[in-house]
T-cell receptor
Framework: AQSVAQPEDQVNVAEGNPLTVKCTYSVSGNPYLFWYVQYPNRGLQFLLKYITGDNLVKGSYGFEAEFNKSQTSFHLKKPSALVSDSALYFCAVRDGEPGTYKYIFGTGTRLKVLA | GAGVSQSPSNKVTEKGKDVELRCDPISGHTALYWYRQSLGQGLEFLIYFQGNSAPDKSGLPSDRFSAERTGGSVSTLTIQRTQQEDSAVYLC?????????????FGQGTRLTVV
């Protein structure tokens, strides 16, 4: 069965420093991977996705993610963090089993950017 | 509308009462998903619709939970005889199609509190 893991419950980073939020995955076929962000009392907002092709995927708000097949990872990155990036981040994978196309989410990583 | 719309945004109900949660997906989106997010937890899949059919209901926690979708558009999630453990944020999402490379767009959720 497909799954994703986010090993860190919380990540703290100083404003202006680079940030990384980790995600590893397990799939039986081709991976379709997504990152979402959730601000307080809001739904999830789509940031970026990996389908195929370039291993570095660029998304919204200056975020990017690096797909690494050998390490089965899809880490979210940003070169220079902003205080406004503080939020809850979810990694997700599509379940390709016949009859379902649900998104399977990790447990989330809370990012705190300190001024 | 421009995005996924959910109503009500907040619902407080007494234990044992029935509740209905509504989701209006983005126009033209054929796939619709319901998830549940408990306080401090990740996203728990409930049910997936393709058109008016629900090929995957595997996440519904008990037979007190049901959902339908009509006209390939609006969906209603019904919880009968609510219990305190049903308290959570219920999130609806839609995607243009069920293809694996398609991202889902989320509504802002309905916060359900059972007292």
């Amino acid at each position: 069965a497909q799954s994703v893991a986010q090993p860190e419950d919380q990540v703290n980073v100083a404003e202006g420093n680079p940030l990384t939020v980790k995600c590893t995955y397990s799939v039986s076929g081709n991976p379709y991977l997504f990152w979402y962000v959730q601000y307080p009392n809001r739904g999830l907002q789509f940031l970026l996705k990996y389908i195929t092709g370039d291993n570095l995927v660029k998304g919204s708000y200056g975020f990017e993610a690096e797909f690494n097949k050998s390490q089965t990872s899809f880490h979210l990155k940003k070169p220079s963090a902003l205080v406004s990036d503080s939020a809850l981040y979810f990694c997700a994978v599509r379940d390709g089993e016949p009859g379902t196309y649900k998104y399977i989410f990790g447990t989330g990583t809370r990012l705190k950017v300190l001024a | 509308g421009a995005g996924v719309s959910q109503s009500p945004s907040n619902k407080v109900t007494e234990k044992g009462k029935d509740v209905e949660l509504r989701c209006d997906p983005i126009s033209g989106h054929t796939a619709l998903y319901w998830y549940r997010q408990s306080l401090g937890q990740g996203l728990e899949f409930l049910i997936y619709f393709q058109g008016n059919s629900a090929p995957d209901k595997s996440g519904l926690p008990s037979d007190r939970f049901s959902a339908e979708r009509t006209g390939g558009s609006v969906s209603t999630l019904t919880i009968q005889r609510t219990q305190q453990e049903d308290s959570a944020v219920y999130l609806c999402a839609s995607s243009y199609r069920q293809a694996m490379n398609t991202e889902a767009f989320f509504g802002q959720g309905t916060r359900l509190t059972v007292v």
